[in-house]
């Protein structure tokens, strides 16, 4: 299979809508990140969606909607708090745990009672949604495991061969994936962080709650709340190491290690911000220092760049976990496989 690249015109929405109609994949730009859409009504292309990731069949898809009028038959309740969320931040970069209707497959839901539902706010995947006519489910449009897309060109890197369009609206605003809110009991409880922070969502509620494996791995017998907290993410082939601390201690240590693995053989890169200096040391730039919107958006790209140039270590500058500064440290993390030096 051929896959084209085709920026986002009447005519390219109109033969994206006829692939999910007749059952097949296409690579839909949102706001966060680049998703592998497919009709959410429909078991056999939810497996399909399954297989070209290469996705773990117990991981499910969440949902997508272009106007909340849609969302009533695919759950079962909508909790008031959930209701409030919803308001307040729809659409837009934010994931609701609902419990699921009956018309959601089990293969999207992979199994569970719930399912994950947003309403992007991306022009280009409201209009595939509305175009298409029915709620579309999509994953990031990564292989299962690599970082995921911010541009059609990394969803094209994972994704050649295995489906037959990907429409082109740019890099991501965002960067990082939606915000994942288990909404079905009486107090929120944030399961992935996002661009909707749990500043803005205690400003709504005036409460809020985030699980414990936001910025820790799951332990031998830890239950996930959420099935993607099992799996290794975003895991560039370089070992990856966070650097936490004062600024000047951080870049002295970043240094040092640099200079230590360089000279032990290492390819080494470091991913920091622009004002810093790392004497002429490889750097691979997080944008501006103090702007953790910048990092969101170029954390994935940097992790892809690792790869791309063979690197073996990587060496980060950590971000201060305010606003979606939590969002970038969950995928940093991550990354990492939770490796943090406090310095
Ligand atoms: O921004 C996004 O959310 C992107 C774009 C394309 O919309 N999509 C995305 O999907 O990131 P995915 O499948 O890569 O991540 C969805 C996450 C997974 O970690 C999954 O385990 C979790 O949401 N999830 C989905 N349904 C769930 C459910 N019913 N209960 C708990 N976690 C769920
Ligand atoms: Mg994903």
Not at 157 to 175: A, H, K, N, S, T
Not at 224 to 235: D, E, F, I, L, V
Request: net charge negative; charged share 25%.
């Amino acid at each position: 299979m051929k896959t084209q690249v085709l920026p986002v015109t009447e005519s390219s929405l109109a033969m994206a809508a006829k692939i999910i109609n007749d059952g097949g994949l296409v690579g839909m730009p949102t706001e966060t990140v680049y998703g592998l859409a497919a009709n959410a009504l429909n078991a056999q292309a939810a497996l399909r969606v399954f297989e070209a990731k290469g996705r773990p069949a117990d991981n499910p898809l969440i949902v997508h909607a272009a106007e909340v009028e849609e969302i009533p038959p695919l759950v079962r309740a909508i909790p008031e708090a959930a209701r409030r969320l919803m308001d307040a931040f729809w659409p837009g970069p934010m994931t609701l745990i609902l419990p699921k209707a009956d018309c959601i497959p089990k293969e999207v839901s992979a199994g569970l009672d719930t399912v994950g539902i947003r309403l992007p706010k991306s022009r280009a995947a409201r209009a595939l949604i509305r175009a298409a006519g029915c709620p579309i489910a999509a994953p990031s449009g990564n292989r299962s495991g690599r970082p995921s897309p911010t541009t059609a060109q990394h969803m094209l890197e994972d994704m050649d061969g295995r489906i037959p369009l990907i429409l082109d609206d740019g890099p991501c605003e965002v960067g990082v994936e939606s915000s994942v809110i288990d909404a079905t009991g009486e107090v929120p409880v944030i399961l992935r962080p996002g661009g909707i922070t749990p500043e803005m969502v205690q400003a709504v509620l005036g409460r809020v709650s985030v699980d414990e494996h936001v910025m820790s791995p799951l332990a031998e017998g830890d239950v996930a709340r959420s099935p993607g907290m099992k799996y290794r993410h975003y895991a560039p082939k370089a070992k990856t190491v966070i650097f936490e601390g004062e600024r000047d201690r951080v870049i002295a240590a970043i240094c040092a290690r640099y200079d230590a693995a360089t000279a032990a053989g290492e390819r080494v890169a470091i991913l920091g911000f622009d004002e810093h200096d790392f004497g002429g040391r490889t750097r691979i730039s997080l944008g501006h220092a103090g702007h953790p919107q910048d990092a969101a958006a170029r954390l994935f790209a940097a992790l892809r760049e690792l790869d791309e140039r063979g690197e073996t270590l990587a060496l980060c500058e950590a971000v201060d976990t305010a606003g979606i500064g939590l969002a970038v440290m969950n995928r940093m993390g991550r990354a990492a496989a939770f490796d943090i030096e406090h310095v």
